[in-house]
């Protein structure tokens, strides 16, 4: 069902005609996610209620994605007309936009369906243009016919006059006819006295075309007909506008109308209001001309969706063609009422973003559509249509450095496959950069994917640890706390510290000091780093002041220092070495007798390591253990007399 | 929203763009009605980046590119002042153009422009891994100064002069990385990088930073990075910063360990939800908006502007609801308010696009 749906909408600039991701994406996705959720459970109950919301719903997607698939043939409307312009010249329609209504129609919107054909009509006459290929269209004839206009002098002496004339009252063109009946010679006022017969048989016409019933809602402006919405209503209307036009078929005025060609022509265009099948035929190019034909002067009392495909049928027999065109392919498919073709001519003829986005509507009305796409298939790895089509659409999207943030919407829409293919995207990202790597990182902390933030973070902290940016890669490892990886920098961040830390330079390290920050922030053995500067300025300042409170200060700090597992064996030798002072200090001893034996144990155990493998010497002067333990010693006599 | 200081919405205009945009800045004009601006644009079909110089009508339409240049890689930094500007690279190189005013071609002759594109050539280039290995973090050109100011993930300081000698100020062998650096005076200016670390410089003392703040306020423990610093000349002993998390804050150097937070997501402040939870890319002191409220103290913070990964475009003042510009479905990458006609904003988004904001 339509529950928490996740709206996508993504506009191209320049969609090419494949219907392929444009190189030149441009902008705008709308997730209206959850929306439907919370509006439906609050609504909590009655089906039928539920059902309007839903249609609802569908249809303001639909209405979303039309409008940023673009806007409709702007209303070229110039103060003075143009007596001699038949078709307006609009901007060119996109058959991705004829391929999205023509779905609407059929599948979602539900108000059209009182008024089916004529919606047909209307979709025709805005997107016949796009059907002419190697076929002509009402709509190219018109075109051919209005380049030849401004040459002709005696218009109605042309057959093609009263041919475009006759192919446009078939498929329900009204204005242009009337417009173009109106062109006619006898119209014009040195003519008027002596063809006045057959000028008022030219209006009578022209009157009746314009006054033609028609069964739907309303009339865009300038469009000609007379509305009616109910069926019985518009019946009578009908049988009343018929009875006129036979009447006006058998009348006397004909006899009298010696021009030829405007007899002939004005009987063709009374026939086929009519209805004359044979007629039609040979007025209509494609099939689809004809069939709208059909509902508009044989079967106008069609409601619904009844016997369509039967007539489409037919049409197709009449008029065969030899390279259909994708639109054309679509109805085909739609009428038929077979979802697999029609998600099949979507995505061969309108590419993955119209099969990911269509199928919100193709189960919108049909079960058997929602069962079908929503059902988990084996053969596909256990996942349903509609997460295919959207894992496809999504990996075009990703195939681009511009287009692969917008991905992830379309990812964690897919319940089964989604985040998995997500986290793969994600990995596959560069580290080099940090302005990229954050961007990414905010796409883990939009779809809560913590785990993969971290080995992102994990990844770039090693990338530029390995490329000597040490400070990074610390920064990165503790925003990953990625302990152990810390730990294991750390020994090799010693090594250095071992040789170069002196007074001088720790103005360098300083900075990486500073990153390492409280005590709250993760920093493995690093936090060594530290106290191990902590202390060093409290020895320096009690070496500088010879204060008893900055030597204690200074000798508290060792004594943490020493205590602390985190401390590598290897500074334990230094560290008592410097501190020699503080060992030795005339005032009083700074450690008492337990910690002095702390020491004492400490450097212990560090003799007897130095002669286990791996142990990492100092580079202190030979003498150095044997005068820290003499200090050490003496500090502890010192303090045993103090505490007795 | 309060929109107490605009009363009415500003004048927008989307600009579209074939290519992505890295940052984008004004450059000064001699006339209000012919505007132009510099952008690095990255093309990453041809994985080309682009230097290019647009000018802009009233109408806001854009022309062909006045200039164009090609630098070695994509553009790490962009900074503008009215004489100069500067591009730092991902490569670690730095190149100094002189604006198209100073080379006396826009305003006196525009007939022969906008046709098609000149090549223009910059004035200075350091390359080479002397001065930066890897990215150049932050590049900062003094306001009519001639000195320029590099800082990268390598963690070197260095000084350009004019002639394209450089000096090293301080290198930190990779120890710390910088992101941004900002002029606070001919002699100091503000560096910025991890762990929300701002450093203080004064080139009269010490090789060394004069002054540290680290950035563990908010006794997280999660940190982050200073993508951008500000600093108002009037007080340029407070220095204003944005970074990761939706962070912006301000830093005193009188009062060194109280940072002034403007918007974070963990403070306890007074605003009940941050602005924006993700990267602010960009800060800058927004003098319109402070125009318009002559009346703050010389103790408040001057209100800021900011622009971040989750599409907003802002001003921030303290203790104040934040006023809301634009909210795009895409990142905000860059901004950059006019000098000239500070209610003139022009910024980047995301989906290769341009958006010129005209405030009323």
């Known amino acids: ?644 | 929203m309060a929109i107490t200081n605009l009363p009415k919405n500003p004048e927008i205009h989307r600009i579209p763009q074939p290519k992505f945009i890295d940052a984008i800045r004004w450059l000064s004009s001699p006339s209000p009605f012919q505007k132009s601006f510099i952008t690095s644009l990255y093309d990453s079909d041809y994985h080309t980046p682009s230097l290019e110089i647009h000018s802009l009508d009233p109408s806001k339409t854009l022309t062909t590119a006045l200039f164009s240049w090609t630098p070695p890689s994509r553009i790490s930094s962009l900074k503008s002042t009215p004489s100069l500007f500067a591009a730092s690279t991902f490569l670690g190189s730095l190149h100094i153009f002189k604006t198209p005013e100073e080379m006396s071609v826009l305003g006196n002759d525009m007939s022969d422009l906008g046709s098609k594109t000149s090549d223009m050539e910059p004035v200075v280039s350091v390359v080479g891994r002397e001065f930066h290995v890897g990215s150049v973090g932050g590049v900062d050109l003094m306001e009519g100064g001639s000195e320029c100011v590099t800082v990268g993930e390598d963690g070197r300081v260095n000084l350009v002069v004019e002639r394209g000698d450089f000096r090293r100020v301080f290198d930190e062998n990779g120890l710390v990385s910088y992101s941004a650096v900002k002029w606070a005076s001919p002699a100091e200016f503000v560096t910025g990088g991890c762990g929300f670390g701002l450093q203080w410089w004064d080139l009269r003392q010490s090789s060394a930073a004069v002054a540290q703040f680290k950035g563990n306020w908010d006794h997280g423990t999660t940190s982050g990075i200073i993508h951008s610093i500000d600093i108002n000349p009037s007080r340029k002993h407070t220095c204003l910063a944005g970074g990761s998390s939706g962070t912006v804050f301000a830093w005193d150097l009188r009062r060194p360990q109280e940072p002034i937070i403007l918007s974070s997501i963990g403070s306890s402040d007074t605003m009940t939800h941050p602005l924006s939870e993700s990267e602010v890319w960009e800060v800058q002191y927004d003098c319109y908006t402070n125009s318009l409220n002559s009346n703050i103290s010389s103790s408040r913070i001057l209100p800021a502007m900011i622009c971040s990964e989750d599409g907003i475009l802002a001003v921030i003042g303290q203790g104040e609801e934040p006023t809301e510009l634009l909210a795009e479905p895409c990142a905000i990458n860059s901004f950059d308010i006019d000098n000239q006609n500070p209610s003139d904003v022009i910024c980047s988004l995301e989906w290769e696009s341009i958006v010129i904001l005209s405030r009323p």
């Open chain 1, 1 to 644: 069902m339509y529950i928490g749906l996740v709206w996508l909408v993504v506009r191209f600039r320049n969609w090419h005609l494949d219907g392929y991701i444009s190189d030149e994406i441009f902008s705008l996705i709308k997730v209206k996610s959850n929306q439907a959720d919370s509006s439906a459970s609050a609504s909590g109950g009655a089906l039928s209620q539920e059902f309007c919301f839903e249609w609802d719903h569908v249809m303001e997607y639909s209405k979303d994605i039309k409008e940023l698939l673009g806007n409709p043939k702007s209303n070229y409307d110039p103060l003075i007309e143009d007596p001699k312009e038949v078709l307006n010249k609009g901007e060119e329609p996109t058959s991705l936009k004829a391929a999205w209504e023509l779905m609407e129609m059929f599948y979602a919107d539900k108000l059209c369906q009182s008024w089916f054909p004529e919606r047909l009509v209307d979709w025709l006459a805005d997107y016949d243009c796009l059907l002419s290929g190697d076929q002509p269209t009402v709509h190219s004839k018109l075109v051919d016919f209005q380049g030849t206009l401004v040459t002709l002098q005696v218009i109605e002496d042309d057959p093609k006059y009263w041919e475009v004339i006759s192919s446009a009252l078939a498929i329900g063109w009204l204005e242009i006819v009337v417009k173009l009946l109106r062109l006619h010679g006898s119209y014009q006022l040195d003519q008027l006295g002596h063809r006045e017969t057959e000028n008022g048989l030219v209006e009578t016409v022209a009157v009746l075309i314009s006054m033609m019933p028609r069964m739907r809602l309303e009339l865009k402006n300038g469009k000609l007909g007379e509305c009616f919405e109910a069926k019985p209503d518009f019946m009578k209307a009908w049988e009343k506008w018929r009875e006129q036009i036979t009447k006006l078929d058998s009348s006397a005025f004909w006899v009298p109308c010696h021009h030829r060609q405007t007899r002939e022509g004005l009987k063709n265009l009374i026939q086929i209001m009519l209805g004359n099948t044979k007629i039609l035929c040979t007025a209509t190019d494609h099939w689809i001309e004809l069939y709208i034909s059909h509902f508009l002067f044989i079967r106008p009392f069609t409601v619904g969706f009844e016997g369509m495909y039967n007539l489409a049928q037919k049409c197709i027999q009449m008029k065969p063609m030899s390279s259909p065109h994708k639109l054309l392919r679509l109805i085909i498919g739609i009428i038929g009422e077979n979802t697999e073709v029609v998600l099949a001519e979507c995505s061969r003829g309108f590419g993955p973003w119209m099969v990911a986005h269509a199928i919100e509507l193709l189960t919108a009305r049909s079960d058997l559509a929602d069962i079908l796409l929503h059902k988990e298939h084996d053969d596909i790895g256990g996942i349903s249509m509609e997460e295919l089509h959207r894992l496809v659409y999504a990996q075009v999207l990703t195939s681009h450095f511009l287009t692969w943030q917008i991905a992830p919407v379309y990812l964690t829409s897919c319940m089964k496959q989604g985040m998995s293919l997500l986290e793969f995207l994600l990995y596959r990202q560069p580290a080099q950069h940090n302005q990229l790597l954050l961007k990414n990182l905010e796409i883990c902390r939009l779809y809560d994917l913590d785990h993969v933030s971290s080995n992102i973070m994990k990844i770039a902290g090693v990338y530029h640890w390995k490329h000597g940016r040490k400070g990074l890669g610390v920064f990165w490892l503790q925003q990953a706390r990625d302990e152990f990886l810390l730990n294991k920098i750390a020994r090799q961040l010693f090594d250095s510290v071992g040789k170069s830390i002196s007074s001088e330079s720790f103005k360098q390290w300083e900075g990486l000091i500073e990153l390492l920050g409280s005590e709250s922030k993760p920093a493995g053995s690093l936090e060594f780093l530290h106290k191990y500067r902590d202390f060093k300025k409290s020895l320096q300042q009690a070496c500088d002041r010879k204060t008893l409170d900055a030597a204690q200060h200074a000798a508290d700090s060792l004594m943490s220092l020493m205590k602390n597992p985190s401390t590598p064996q290897r500074f334990w030798l230094p560290l008592l070495y410097d501190s020699l002072t503080l060992l030795s200090w005339p005032a009083r001893p700074l450690l008492n007798v337990s910690q002095t034996n702390l020491l004492l144990n400490k450097l212990q155990e560090l003799s007897m390591a130095s002669v286990r493998p791996g142990f990492v010497a100092s580079d202190l002067p030979a003498e150095a253990l044997n005068s820290v333990r003499l200090a050490l010693a003496t500090n502890l006599g010192r303090a045993i007399l103090e505490e007795q």
